[in-house]
């Protein structure tokens, strides 16, 4: 290790001669400087405060943590309510412009076929003019000639029927259809037409109809329950063995309103009692019972 040089000091610019010219200039503060340090320690310091939060330093602490809640509800209780407002608004406004179309339809409406789009998607009770009629279910006892999958087959047997003078009926169910030649109001009476068939096979079977609605105007409501009433009655005539008055039927027939077109095919079986008279036979009555029913019940299904 190279030795340490020696240090000339100046002092004033006169060349010192050591440490004690040194020590005696550090040593001996000047007066000014003496009166300068003694001014500057009188007094007490001003003592500053600072309030420390650990929190605020605190890594952890999240964006949530700023969210006011108070602000948020009253945001989102605000956007409910203009929603709610809003919504209630396009409600009227679109109820008035509904209200507006459904005032130009025409009456001529009500008589529309109910078989369309437009009638099966929309409730008739509400149009002016129309009420309800609800058909009882119908129940009878049939003599079954047989069932078909082929209209063909069916017709084939009814016409051995027919050369024997026994009238059918063919009502289509399900995809199948049914060959009637006869009807009663009870199984025992039935069972007693079974002989005066043979040597034709038939079965004899409970045949019923569901409950019906349909909402038509108010004449053609009171025609169709004065229909169902005569039919009873002309059924139990019939299981008796006694005539059924054609007259009464034809009188009924007379009375169709013509205003429901749905009716149509049923009026047309109706005006097929005139020839119910007294050559007529009582299969062919029956005949004209079982036609009237099926019918009622296609009508009452449109």
């Keep these: ?31 000014e400087q003496a009166a300068a340090l003694e001014s500057a320690t009188e007094g007490e310091l001003p003592v500053y405060k600072r309030t420390y939060n650990p929190q605020d330093t605190n890594p952890k602490k999240t964006l949530f943590q700023n969210i006011n809640v108070k602000s948020v509800l009253i945001a989102v209780g605000s956007a409910v309510v203009i929603g709610l407002c809003l919504g209630f608004f396009m409600l009227v406004v679109m109820g008035g412009f509904s209200d507006d179309q459904a005032g130009g339809v025409s009456p001529s409406t009500n008589n529309a076929n109910p078989g369309s789009a437009d009638a099966g998607g929309a409730n008739d009770s509400d149009k002016p003019g129309t009420t309800a009629f609800a058909l009882e279910p119908m129940g009878a006892v049939v003599l079954q000639a047989g069932v078909f999958t082929e209209a063909d087959n069916a017709a084939t047997i009814a016409e051995q029927f027919q050369r024997s003078g026994i009238a059918t009926v063919k009502w289509n169910k399900n995809d199948q259809v049914y060959l009637f030649a006869g009807i009663a109001q009870t199984e025992e009476a039935a069972s007693a037409l079974v002989s005066e068939i043979a040597p034709l096979e038939v079965y004899v079977k409970n045949w019923e109809t ?23 009655e002309s059924l139990e005539h019939s299981s008796k063995g006694e005539r059924i008055n054609g007259q009464e039927w034809t009188s009924i027939g007379k009375s169709y309103p013509k205003q429901d077109e749905r009716f149509d095919k049923l009026h047309e079986a109706v005006l097929q009692s005139e020839r119910l008279n007294d050559s007529a036979s009582l299969h062919q009555q029956q005949a004209f019972l079982i036609e009237v029913w099926k019918q009622l019940n296609a009508a009452m299904l449109q």
Excluded: F
């Design 210 to 232: 569901e409950e019906g609605r349909v909402d038509t105007d108010s004449q053609t409501k009171e025609w169709l329950g004065n229909l169902q009433q005569k039919w009873r």
């Design 1 to 31: 290790m190279k030795e340490r040089q020696p240090i000339d000091l100046y002092i004033n610019g006169q060349h010192s001669d050591g440490d004690s010219q040194l020590s005696r200039t550090i040593e001996a503060p000047s007066e």
